[in-house]
């Protein structure tokens, strides 16, 4: 005897159902055979977060139809996509391989915005690790700045930029206090020196100026003692580095 299942069972299997159905009839109202209605159904699945097989549209539309004006259209959907997606080392080469193709597009301060951000995004979250694809960040939210400081995007890749700086500059602070932890101090206060040169307007200026006093004085080199103590005190009177610095170096004003 046939065993039919439960009424409960059903009504859970039917939204399911109910969804599938309109994920087709959502699609199959386009035609696959133009580039339009390939197009379309890439944003379908797009808007379905069917990442996967967005991308496989969009890559069909660009291969299928390479001549068609969704051609190019699917080229930067890809990377959106890939970006959309989270997948930002393929967004990346996306977005390259779109910049490369089509330098004069009407959208490329976009493009390079987001090339950026993929590289931005790509960055590990403490400074303890690899950060050098910051630099590759800062490339183009400059690129976005000198070349399409009209843009729209521009603000946000100025906040950006400084995000990627800040982050090098914790880094560096990082090394040269691992060299003061070891007792290197002439390497230690290398760093706070070039930290300071490179790294201005980050906001860690006042513990790098406090780093390199001790290291200073740790090194023997007493006019730079008093240049960083002075300079603390001067520009960051209220800091926490500044009350150190006043007990620490007391004799020098």
Known sequence: MKILPKLKDLSL???????????????????SSTPEGAYKIAEEY??????????????????????????????LKIADVQFKREAFIEAQFAYQTFKDLHPKHPQIDYVTFRL????????????????????????????????????????????KKADALKMLAEKELYIANFYMMKKQYDSALGRFEGLLKTYSGTGVEPAALYGAAVAA?????????????????????????????????????
């Open 116 to 159: 950026g951000l993929s590289y931005f995004n790509q960055l590990p979250s403490t400074t303890d690790r690899d950060l050098s694809l910051a630099d590759k960040a800062i490339l183009y939210f400059d690129e976005v700045l000198t070349s399409y400081g009209q843009s729209s995007y521009a603000a946000e890749a100025r906040a």
């Open 13 to 31: 299997l039917m939204p399911v159902a109910l969804l599938c159905c309109i994920g087709c009839s959502s699609v199959e109202k386009y035609d």
């Open 217 to 253: 004085n740790a090194s023997g080199e007493r006019e730079k003692i008093s240049r960083y103590v002075r300079t603390l005190l001067k520009q960051y009177p209220e800091s926490s580095e500044a009350d150190k610095a006043r007990s620490e170096f007391s004799h020098v004003r």
């Open 46 to 75: 797009e808007a379905d977060e069917r990442y996967e097989e967005s991308v496989a549209k969009y890559s069909e539309v660009k291969n299928k139809h390479p001549y068609s004006r969704f051609a190019v259209m699917s080229e």
